[in-house]
């Protein structure tokens, strides 16, 4: 296996949050079960080459592509992804890398190669098959909540579910933080239906208005979004949808959100250790 595919420091968030490996039958034990952290780097060849599970070098990661396809599957189904992000955003805001008053949001279109859960004929693409991806963020883009939808579903009828996905943040004394108080977002979520319903929930909408023209200045704080989806679609996995099973993809994407997030948190370790301290804000 290679030792830069698996680094320590992710391993020791991971290997908690994973399930026990079966036990083995003693009469007809089968084949040795390849290690966890093995096929964790198998699945993480697969997220940032983008190669499909069937190619997956086994001598160069450890493990055949099917090991590295049933692993996520099983962990997946057990929500060991999402977890294994909140716990991430925990040590983030335990740190004092959060900023999470203010938030901005929004959506990418992806291709979906095969058909599947949440896939539709995209708008911006010949109504090709395609997926869409939304994000929310906090003020530095350290990615909060991904979702999965249909390429054909409009952005803004996925603002609240998008704030719902957002786990509750813990950290702090006091109780988990679950919302922003102020929430960025383009002229696509102008509708002032979601307004009301964002003030309703005790958050400001700061959106770009329909049908005026631009320059409503909200670009230079929402634009750490648009950095975060260059961030994430740097794994070559997500750029396309690949997966025909909507969770492995949504899996996928967690796993995506949580390295970003593990990333800030070396550089913030990486600065303290040199003496520059952490950046103002």
Not at 38 to 56: C, E, H
Not at 66 to 75: C, Q
Request: with cysteine; charged share 30%; glycine share 10%.
């Amino acid at each position: 296996m290679r030792a830069d595919l698996v680094p320590d420091d992710l391993w020791e968030r991971v290997a908690p949050l994973l399930p026990p490996a079966p036990e083995r039958r003693r009469r007809y034990p089968g084949r040795l079960r390849v290690p966890d952290r093995v096929a964790l780097a198998g699945i993480l060849f697969v997220l940032r080459t983008g190669v499909a599970w069937r190619d997956v070098p086994a001598e160069t990661v450890g493990c055949s592509g099917v090991t590295a396809w049933r692993r996520p599957r099983d962990w997946t189904e057990v929500g060991v992804w999402p977890r294994l992000h909140a716990a991430l955003l925990t040590e983030l805001r335990r740190a004092g890398l959060l900023a999470l008053d203010d938030c901005s949001v929004d959506g990418s279109h992806v291709r979906a190669l095969k058909r599947g859960d949440h896939v539709g004929p995209s708008p911006v693409d010949r109504a090709r098959p395609g997926s869409e991806h939304h994000l929310i963020v906090d003020r530095h883009g350290t990615p909060l909540a991904v979702t999965l939808t249909g390429g054909n579903r409009h952005d803004v009828t996925q603002l609240l579910p998008l704030l719902d996905a957002a786990p509750p943040i813990r950290g702090l004394r006091g109780r988990p933080r679950r919302k922003p108080r102020h929430l960025y977002a383009d002229r696509g979520y102008g509708f002032d239906k979601y307004r009301r319903l964002l003030w309703k929930r005790g958050i400001k909408p700061l959106i770009a208005r329909r049908g005026v023209s631009h320059g409503s200045g909200l670009g230079k704080v929402r634009w750490v979004v648009e950095r975060t989806f260059a961030w994430l679609h740097r794994f070559k996995r997500l750029r396309t949808r690949y997966e025909r099973r909507a969770d492995l993809h949504q899996g996928l994407l967690d796993l995506g959100c949580s390295l970003i997030c593990l990333r800030r948190l070396q550089r913030a370790v990486d600065r303290a250790g040199s003496g520059d301290g952490p950046r103002p804000r």
